[in-house]
C-alpha cells in the first residue's frame, strides 16, 4: 500500500481557486484512476489513464482535468474550484486492465 | 450505463453470527465484480473479487457469489467478529477491473 501515495491529504480553498491533486505509485503500474468518494454515491470514476498520454473520462469528468507525462504520476487539477467538488478523491492503480485496483490514501478537499 | 445496486445500506449483527450483503448490477456485459472493505478515515481495499465464469468464490469467512441470470451478487461473512465493522462496496465493471461502478455502500457493525 505505500506503493501509492497522495499530497496534499487535506486542503481547503476558496470556489474559483485552481487546485491541484498528486498522485504517485512507484510500482510502474499501467493503470491509474481518479475517484471521488460522497456519502450515499460510493465512489465515482472521475478519470482514468492506461499509460502515460493516453487518458480517457469516467462518470464524472466535468470540471476536472487530468494529465500523466510520466508513468508514475498522475494529477488530478480542478480548474476552477466549486463547492460541489467538497469530497474525498481516492487516486488507485493496477498493473494492467484485468488486476486488482489500488487505492492511495485519499485527499480530503474543502471548497468554501 | 451501468449502474450498481447494493442493499442494505446499513447492517448490524451480533459477533459470531453471518452478515449478507446484496448487490444488483444493470449491464449484463459486466463481468468482474470486486468487493472492498474500507474502515473509517482509510482507504479502499479490496477483500474477495469474482469473474462472470465462477459462480462462488470463498476465501477463508467471507464468500463471494454470483447469479449471472438475476444480475445480482452477494457478500457472506460467516463468524463475523468486531473487526470487521468498517464500510463495504460492490462494484462491477466490462473490462475486468477497469472503470468500476460501485455501490453506495454497506456499514456493518459488529456488536460484542
Known amino acids: 500500500d505505500a506503493g501509492i501515495t497522495q499530497s496534499p491529504r487535506y486542503k481547503i480553498t476558496e470556489t474559483g481557486r485552481q487546485v491541484t491533486l498528486m498522485c504517485h505509485q512507484t510500482w510502474s503500474h499501467s493503470y491509474m484512476f481518479w475517484y471521488r468518494q460522497d456519502l450515499g454515491h460510493g465512489l465515482r470514476l472521475i478519470y482514468y489513464s492506461a499509460a502515460a498520454d493516453i487518458t480517457d473520462k469516467g462518470e464524472v469528468p466535468d470540471g476536472y482535468v487530468v494529465s500523466r507525462s510520466k508513468t508514475e504520476n498522475f494529477p488530478l487539477t480542478l480548474e476552477s474550484a466549486t463547492r460541489s467538488q467538497t469530497s474525498v478523491y481516492f487516486c488507485a492503480s493496477s498493473e494492467g486492465r484485468t488486476d486488482t485496483q489500488y487505492f492511495g490514501p485519499g485527499t480530503r478537499l474543502t471548497v468554501l | 450505463g451501468e449502474n450498481v445496486e447494493q442493499h442494505p445500506s446499513t447492517l448490524s449483527v451480533q459477533e459470531g453470527d453471518s452478515a449478507v450483503i446484496k448487490c444488483t448490477y444493470s449491464d449484463s456485459a459486466s463481468n468482474y465484480f470486486p468487493w472492498y472493505k474500507q474502515e473509517l478515515g482509510k482507504r479502499p481495499q479490496l477483500i474477495i473479487d469474482?469473474?462472470?465464469?465462477?459462480g462462488e468464490k470463498k476465501d477463508q469467512r467471507i464468500a463471494v457469489t454470483l447469479n449471472k441470470t438475476a444480475k445480482h451478487f452477494s457478500l457472506h461473512i460467516t463468524e463475523t467478529q468486531p473487526e470487521d465493522s468498517a464500510v463495504y462496496f460492490c462494484a462491477a465493471s466490462m473490462e475486468y477491473g477497469n472503470k468500476l461502478v460501485f455501490g453506495a455502500g454497506t456499514i456493518l457493525r459488529v456488536k460484542s
Open positions: 469474482i469473474r462472470s465464469n465462477v
